[in-house]
């Protein structure tokens, strides 16, 4: 795909979709709400459907069909280019972990899976099942055959993440490439990094070995391990990583709490996804909107969980993050 490939049909048709999106001002409205029953209603008044009182704690049914339909909706504005399926490939790779650890476990894993990947979700099931992994090319079947050997030898479930998050950011960034499209390019390298980022992170607060961080390391960004090898060994590795051009996720990442934390990188990468609003007829909205709604998605998530386990508006709202919109 050439940088000046034009979409004016598929941008026009994103603008129209972004009047859908939920702003930052509803998010917070939804945070107040007096009760669950209220804040799921500014989901039906937005465009999520109807769900009975009574099947509230099944919400996920409603955040689950607006993903699909979106991805589905978007997957055919685009018919030349595999654009969307750049940010499908993650739903993927968790789907052949479910099955992974379905298989493994004994346990039924069908609620998990999310039918928003490259791959069709019978596709999938039967082709793992019969070990047919050439019929899913989209995933590296090398990569499922060493996470379930990985398994059988350590009996440790992480490494079956380790190894298939691995494997999702190489197909991302290889698909990402071949789009020769720098935005695309750069949020891709973005997430890998801030990706690499939370991990350093949560193994250096909870007091864990470097060479937990290097197994889980993922490949895509712009930032070595030897990056994070020095911070490691810092007595200020906040200050490291600040050095290397994330000081606005970095400078506090070692005193405030991991969820403020989390938070700081999510509206990190919505600042870069932003920039989409501001081009006319080439990709970077398609992408833009993408990303605005699965963080919509992941915002009401949060506020509808927290609703129905009682906690505080404020708590509440110090955890939503920015929206696109």
Known sequence: ???????????AVVRTKENNLISKDQLMHMAE???????????????????????IHD???LLSAQLTDMYRSLAGLTPDEKLVDIFLYKNDYHNIKVLIKQELSGVNGEEYLIDGGTIPLDRLKEAFAERKFSEIAEI???AVNDAMEAYS????????DIILDKACFETMTKAAKRTKNDYIIGYVALLA????????VRVKRLGKTYKLFDEAYVLGGKLGKDVFEKAYESENPAAVLSDVGYKQICEDCMKVSFTEFEKNCDNYLMSYVKDAKYKSLTPEPIVGYILGK???IKCVRIIMTCKLNNID?????????????
């Open 140 to 142: 590296d079947s090398k």
């Open 1 to 11: 795909m050439s940088k000046n490939k034009i979409y004016p049909f598929a941008v």
């Open 59 to 61: 919400f996920e049914k």
């Open 193 to 200: 990094d801030v990706t690499n980022i939370k991990t350093f």
């Open 153 to 160: 030898k350590t009996k440790d479930g992480r490494y079956i």
């Open 313 to 325: 508006a404020d708590t509440i709202k110090e955890r939503v993050r920015e929206a696109y919109v």
């Open 33 to 55: 709400a007096a009760t669950p029953e209220e804040a799921l209603r500014v989901l039906t008044e937005n465009g999520y459907g109807e769900l009975p009182a009574s099947e």
């Open 294 to 296: 699965e963080t919509e």
